[in-house]
């Protein structure tokens, strides 16, 4: 059985912080690319962030020099550590593993930022 659970999010102050974490079980990480995606409502889905299982990083242009993806392997869990954050930022965050064909999505985590 794989899992993924997302935590991290909460309310923010625009400029403020997150570390979102996806902590995943019944796989192992290490031969997935890790993937980070947000949806607000009325929105579609979009790239936030990747991490192959190689460590290559990327980013979407909206978030590139603010989000930092990250993994650890042996904690079967991917990171998104969220900086200066903005309230277009406002989405429900969510982590994805890939793998060939294999494809699995976690259940989501909200981050609003607003003051």
């Known amino acids: 059985q794989v899992q993924l659970v997302e935590s991290g999010g909460g309310l923010v102050q625009p400029g403020g912080s997150l570390r979102l974490s996806c902590a995943a079980s019944g796989i192992i990480l290490s031969i997935y690319e890790v993937g980070w995606y947000r949806q607000a409502p009325g929105k579609q889905r979009e790239l936030v962030a990747t991490i192959t299982r190689g460590g290559d990083t990327n980013y979407a242009e909206s978030v590139k020099g603010r989000f930092t993806i990250s993994r650890d392997n042996a904690k079967k869990t991917g990171y998104l550590r969220m900086d200066s954050l903005k309230p277009e930022d406002t989405a429900t965050y969510y982590c994805?593993?890939?793998?060939?064909?294999?494809?699995?999505w976690g259940q989501g985590t909200q981050v609003t930022v607003s003051s």
């Open positions: 994805r593993l890939t793998r060939g064909t294999q494809d699995y």
